[in-house]
Nanobody, 117 residues
Framework: QVQLVESGGGLVQAGGSPRLSCAAS????????MGWFRQASGKEREFVAAISWSGGRTYYADFVKGRFTISRDNAKNTVYLQMNSLKPEDTAVYYC??????????WGQGTQVTVSS
């Protein structure tokens, strides 16, 4: 079983650059893909970014390309989401996920990111 704990959210001004972290427990972290998703109030959860087990492949939703960067440190069992040039529409609960690319099995509790204009 894998447990995921996100951190780094909070209230940020538009244009800000916070970094989210997701710490994972368990021995299988480095052998699986990791992803970030988000869910805004009243909307469905949507894909943000994903990274392969080695970090060699990354994928992004069109609305974050060029602004967000996903990375991972397998020695620390942690995945990161560097967010730049934040917009009010980026306000959401951000979740990290662990598993197979396109089929994540484990999810964190989420961290709220609120972007003020």
């Amino acid at each position: 079983q894998v447990q995921l704990v996100e951190s780094g959210g909070g209230l940020v001004q538009a244009g800000g650059s916070p970094r989210l972290s997701c710490a994972a427990s368990g021995r299988t972290f480095s052998t699986y893909a990791m992803g970030w998703f988000r869910q805004a109030s009243g909307k469905e959860r949507e894909f943000v970014a994903a990274i392969s087990w080695s970090g060699g492949r990354t994928y992004y939703a069109d609305f974050v390309k060029g602004r967000f960067t996903i990375s991972r440190d397998n020695a620390k069992n942690t995945v990161y989401l560097q967010m730049n040039s934040l917009k009010p529409e980026d306000t959401a609960v951000y979740y990290c996920a662990h598993g197979n690319m396109g089929n994540f099995q484990h999810w964190g509790q989420g961290t709220q990111v609120t972007v003020s204009s």
